[in-house]
Structures are given as structure tokens and as C-alpha cells.
């Protein structure tokens, strides 16, 4: 399944825990319900994003695998 | 003539200068080079020391030099704050006047900004700035027991290590005014481990059981509620505190953010090896105000210091220049109140930390005299 995300946060290039803080910051930022889009290049990124999303209780939509990096997909729902 | 402008007097900046001069001297004698160093204030303080300062180990005495004393004489030095770098212009404007360059090495460092977590000020301690140790020294000083948590707020930070350190110190700190068992110890951290590198957690994990030290991963907080000692995660959690001594989030200077030359947290975009600003030949930036994926250290700042002073030189001789920079990076990390570590790592070599002793713990208390020959470029 493919949604529209109402941001995209690039942190290809960043290095472990980058695109995770990254995540958290937009995560902070954004209004329940929005839909977070993170690029990493960083693979651990596909397993750590999703633990802490898990944790924090939102939803995760997907982790999809594009060209040489990860979208992993993020529904802020509380 | 050729101007170099180094913007910022801490480490990174200090030690550029040191180290550039003694390899164009003769240019510098013949007015054909000038290298002109602007920071916002006539000292510089070595604040690794905060971490001995809040208990008592060092006086605020020992951790300030003026700038004067430490900035080779060939250099010109200018004490104003930098208000916009118009690199389009090759220009840095100051609160009193202008200064065009030739090259820019941008040194402004990082600083924390507490305020970006709403009762955090009025809640919680830091030791990452003076007015913050200054403070935390007192409060450590009246602490009767209780419940102290260390809590990092955001990465990246300056110092990596120190919240281990501080954690580790505190827990001796404690047992030697007969607290500790009166009090309880929580680290937290906000990824899935207690640090960034695995060799270290490692290490350090089986340590904290030892002594008791309890810690929280995936602990990101939102906000201190300061009236009833809570801190409040945005992963829904709370944890109650005696004292907070927190590790702030960090930005880059604010003259970075006014320039537009910063990303969101205010890091100048940076090559990794050459240490030029991403887009301009003319600019290198060092020290913790970058976005490179390495230590915001004063060691990372001096071995790139070394890197750029090179570079610099080459340039100014009409020489290609080849020096690189490849992530090194050196931090001890102190293990109690009279036993260290240390890891060095760098882009390509993972750190590996010896055993603690109480050997590294005195060559660091050695280092921490020693460090004012570095920042004159001598040691
Ligand atoms: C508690 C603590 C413990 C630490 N322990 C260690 C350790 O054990 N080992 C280690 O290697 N590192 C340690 N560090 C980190 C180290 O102190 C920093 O990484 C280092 O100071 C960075 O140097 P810098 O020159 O890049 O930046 P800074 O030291 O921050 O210097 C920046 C300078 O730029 C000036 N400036 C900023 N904006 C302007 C402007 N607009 N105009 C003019 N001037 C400006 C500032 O006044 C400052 O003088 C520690 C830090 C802390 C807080």
C-alpha cells in the first residue's frame, strides 16, 4: 500500500541515529493524524525507526526499499 | 594581500590560527598574508572541565584564558560578535564593522538551547555551559539524597561520552558523602541503547549493573514539568526527579542560522575530508559547528585543525592542497572518580575501549593542565 505522506524527511547521508532524531523531531512538529515520510541510507534505520515507532505508539505504514535507500512511512496518531 | 578570516575563538578557531602561522610566517612578516581571528568573547574556556568543576575538582579559575595568551601575536585579533557571513560578498559583518576575506574558516561551535524544552530551565541543571555548572555545582553540594536522573534530550550533542561520565562520577560522588544509598540513579538515552556505538555499550551496560545506575532507552523528553520534578517523554513515559541534570539539545551559532549557510539545526554542511563548506572554495568550517557525522570533540576540532591550517597553507603558496581529514577522533571517558577509559575511532576504524584504570584516569586529570599548550598549538 502507497500513501501520500504530508512530509518527507530526507536523511539520506546521515549516519545512525540521524534519521531516527530526524523522525522525532517531525514527529513533534506535526498534527496527529499527518503522515511522516523518512528517506535513510543508513539500513539499521529500517529496524531501529520502526522499534521506536512502535514504543511511541504511533502506526507505522510501511518500510519500502527504493533506489540504494529506505522510505519508512510513519502515521502520527496520538 | 590575501585576508584569512577565522571566525570563532574556541578550540577550533584558536588552533587553526596556531597552527597556520608558524607556515607562512615569512608572508605574514612581508604583509603578504593577514590572518585575522573574530570571536565574541576575550577568553576561551576548556569545557571539559565542567565536568570536574561541578564537583568541586576545579575552580572556574582553571578553566578560563584569555584569548590574548593563547592567539600566536601574528594574528589579528578582533573581540566582537559576528552578526552575518554574506558569502556572496566574501564579507563578515560584525556588531562594529566589516571584515572581506580571502578565505573564511567558520569555528562558531555549538551552544545549548534549553529553552527548547519547555520547563526545563526552571526544572533542570546542566554542566555544558559555566552559567549551567556554576549552578549544578551548588545544587550537587546541598543534595541530600533522593532521585537524580541524567537525561539526554537530543542528539547531537557535545561530548558524547560526558552523560557517562557524569553518571559514573555522580555514583562515587555519592558514595563518598555516604549518599548513595539513599539515592537512586537513572541514565536515559534516546535511541534503542545507552549509546550511539556498540563497543562501548558494551562496555559501559554491564558497568552501570554493577553499581546500580538504572537507565531508560527510546526516552525523548517533551517537557519538565519543573513544579512537580516529572519529566515527560514523547513516547508517553514519565519519570519523577529530585535533581534533573539534563544534557540540552544543541544548535549551531545563531550568526550560522542568520546566514542562511546552516541546515535545520543551524550545522554547516561540510565535506567530510577536505573540510570546505559544501559549495563555496573559498570557506572551511571545523569544530562542533559542522554536520559531519563524527564527535562534536574539542579533540575532532583539533585534528581537523591540523587539517585545515595545512590546506590553507597550500592554498596561500598557490599549492594544491591535499590534506584530508578522516574522522578521527580521541575522547577518555571517565569511569568513576579515580578510573578512565578511552576510544579512538574514525571513519573507517571502529572504537575498541581498553579496561578502565586509574592509570587513563590521571593521564586525563594530567591533560586537563596540559590542554592551554594545545590550544597555543604546542602540544
Ligand atoms: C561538559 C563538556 C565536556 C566535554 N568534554 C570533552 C572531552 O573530554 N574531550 C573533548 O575532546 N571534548 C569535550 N567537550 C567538547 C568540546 O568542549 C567542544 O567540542 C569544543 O569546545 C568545540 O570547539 P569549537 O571551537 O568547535 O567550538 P566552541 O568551543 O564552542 O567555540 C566557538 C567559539 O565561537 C564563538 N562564537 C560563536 N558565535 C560567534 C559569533 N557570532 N561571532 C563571534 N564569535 C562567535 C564562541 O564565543 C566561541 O568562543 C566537552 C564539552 C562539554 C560541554
Wanted: proline share 5%; net charge negative.
Amino acid at each position: 500500500m502507497e500513501v501520500k505522506a504530508d512530509r518527507v524527511v530526507d536523511a539520506r547521508g546521515s549516519y545512525c541515529p540521524g534519521p531516527l532524531m530526524e523522525l522525532i523531531k517531525a514527529i513533534r512538529e506535526e498534527d496527529v493524524g499527518k503522515i511522516i515520510e523518512v528517506w535513510s541510507s543508513d539500513e539499521s534505520s529500517a529496524k531501529d525507526i520502526p522499534e521506536w515507532v512502535k514504543k511511541a505508539g504511533h502506526e507505522l505504514v510501511g518500510v519500502f526499499e527504493a533506489d540504494g535507500y529506505w522510505r519508512i512511512v510513519v502515521k502520527k496518531t496520538r | 594581500m590575501k585576508r584569512v578570516v577565522i571566525l570563532g575563538g574556541g578550540v577550533a578557531g584558536t588552533l587553526t590560527a596556531n597552527y597556520l602561522v608558524p607556515k607562512i610566517k615569512e608572508r605574514i612578516k612581508n604583509e603578504e598574508v593577514q590572518i585575522t581571528l573574530i570571536s565574541d568573547r576575550n577568553f576561551q574556556i576548556y569545557e571539559p572541565g565542567f565536568l570536574y568543576m561541578i564537583f568541586n575538582r576545579l575552580g572556574e579559575g582553571e578553566l578560563k584564558r584569555n584569548l590574548g595568551e593563547l592567539v600566536d601575536p601574528a594574528v589579528q585579533l578582533v573581540i566582537d560578535r559576528a552578526t552575518k557571513i554574506d558569502a556572496d560578498n566574501s564579507r563578515v559583518v560584525t556588531e562594529n564593522g566589516s571584515y572581506d576575506y580571502d578565505y573564511l574558516v567558520i569555528a562558531t561551535g555549538s551552544r545549548v538551547v534549553p529553552e527548547e524544552i519547555p520547563g526545563l530551565k526552571e526544572g533542570g541543571h546542566w554542566f555544558y555551559n559555566l552559567e549551567g555548572a556554576t549552578r549544578l555545582r551548588e545544587a550537587l553540594a546541598k543534595f541530600n539524597g533522593g532521585k537524580i536522573v541524567v537525561s539526554v534530550m537530543g542528539i547531537p550533542h557535545k561530548c558524547p561520552v560526558a552523560p557517562m561520565e557524569v553518571t559514573f562520577i555522580l555514583h562515587d560522588f555519592l558514595r563518598r558523602r555516604n549518599l548513595r544509598d539513599k539515592s537512586e540513579l537513572l541514565y536515559t538515552y534516546p535511541i534503542n541503547k545507552i549509546f550511539t556505538m556498540d563497543p562501548v555499550v558494551e562496555l559501559i551496560q554491564p558497568m552501570f549493573d554493577e553499581r546500580g545506575i538504572q537507565y531508560k532507552t527510546f526516552f525523548n523528553p517533551i517537557e519538565v514539568d519543573a513544579k512537580n520534578r516529572k519529566v515527560i517523554t514523547l513516547e508517553g513515559e514519565e519519570e519523577s526527579y529530585d535533581l534533573l541534570i539534563a544534557i540540552p539539545p544543541h544548535k549551531g551559532a545563531q550568526v550560522i542560522i542568520d546566514s542562511g549557510l546552516g541546515d535545520k539545526g543551524g550545522w554547516v554542511p561540510t565535506d567530510k575530508y577536505t573540510l570546505r563548506v559544501d559549495g563555496y572554495d573559498n570557506m572551511y568550517a571545523l569544530g562542533d559547528a559542522t554536520n559531519l557525522p563524527v564527535s562534536k570533540a574539542g579533540s575532532v576540532a583539533h585534528f581537523q585543525a591540523e587539517v585545515v591550517a595545512e590546506n590553507l597553507a597550500a592554498e596561500i603558496e598557490g599549492i594544491e592542497p591535499t590534506a584530508m581529514f578522516n574522522g578521527k577522533a580521541f575522547c577518555f571517558i571517565e569511569t568513576g572518580w579515580e578510573e578512565a577509559t578511552y576510544i579512538w575511532f574514525d571513519y573507517f576504524t571502529p572504537p575498541r575501549p581498553v579496561l578502565p584504570s586509574k592509570f587513563v584516569h590521571f593521564v586525563k586529570m594530567a591533560y586537563n593542565k596540559a590542554y592551554w599548550l594545545t590550544a597555543r598549538g604546542l602540544l
